[in-house]
């Protein structure tokens, strides 16, 4: 017995080396994984229906596969129990998982719109706030060009009132260097008239005495 059930084994681990692959516990509730391929061998672990169990081995004859669980332990359950597919209640869990995201998918996809045209908004006000920005901008550039050009006109202007300014200032200088000559010219008028006046009364006194000598003498003579 004890050397059939070593044969069993190490063809079990042979042919689970060559072949491995997945079955699911059956829609019964429990079945027992065991250390042997008989109902004498100790129970393992109690497999709860839908339990995925990798296969490392089958054993016709005895109508036990050895598996291993996903926590990694190992034994032989009976093969009848094992199946392809997961059982009734998995799939039907797993189809109302899946119908629950299917019957999210709508509100989510409406949330997203709805963050979507929230983002559209918000990217329109920030574009129509950057053309206001923009216009405002242009405007001070051209009222600063504006002011520039002014400051530009003023400066000439006030190059152009310099130049006339001096040009004035040297026409007044020699307006006044004119004057300055004619009161000369006139003061100098003056003084030789005067000295004419003079000189005429210093003639007139001496030539008026003899006159008038003359004019006696000539009386005197007719006498």
Do not use: C
């Amino acid at each position: 017995m004890m050397k059939r059930a070593v044969v069993t084994l190490l063809m079990l681990a042979l042919a689970g080396a060559a072949h491995a692959d997945t079955r699911y516990v059956t829609d019964e509730l429990e079945i027992t994984l065991r250390q042997g391929e008989s109902t004498g061998h100790k129970i393992v672990s109690m497999l709860k229906s839908g339990t995925p169990l990798e296969v490392l081995g089958s054993n016709k004859s005895t109508g036990y596969s050895r598996v291993r669980t996903p926590e990694g332990k190992e034994g032989f359950a009976l093969s009848r129990y094992l199946q392809e597919e997961p059982g009734a209640r998995e799939q039907l869990a797993a189809l109302k998982e899946r119908l629950a995201v299917v019957e999210s998918e709508p509100a989510r996809l409406t949330t997203e719109l709805e963050a979507v045209q929230d983002e559209h908004v918000r990217l329109q006000q920030s574009h129509e706030e950057t053309v206001q920005a923009k216009e405002t901008l242009e405007q001070e550039l051209a009222g600063i060009r504006q002011t520039a050009a002014n400051a530009i006109n003023i400066a000439n202007e006030r190059t152009d009132l310099q130049k006339r300014v001096a040009a004035l200032s040297r026409k007044v200088a020699d307006l006044e260097q004119e004057n300055r000559e004619l009161a000369n010219e006139e003061a100098q008028d003056w003084f030789i008239i005067g000295a004419g006046v003079a000189i005429g009364g210093i003639v007139l006194g001496l030539i008026l005495p003899n006159l008038r000598m003359r004019r006696r003498k000539t009386s005197w003579d007719t006498l």
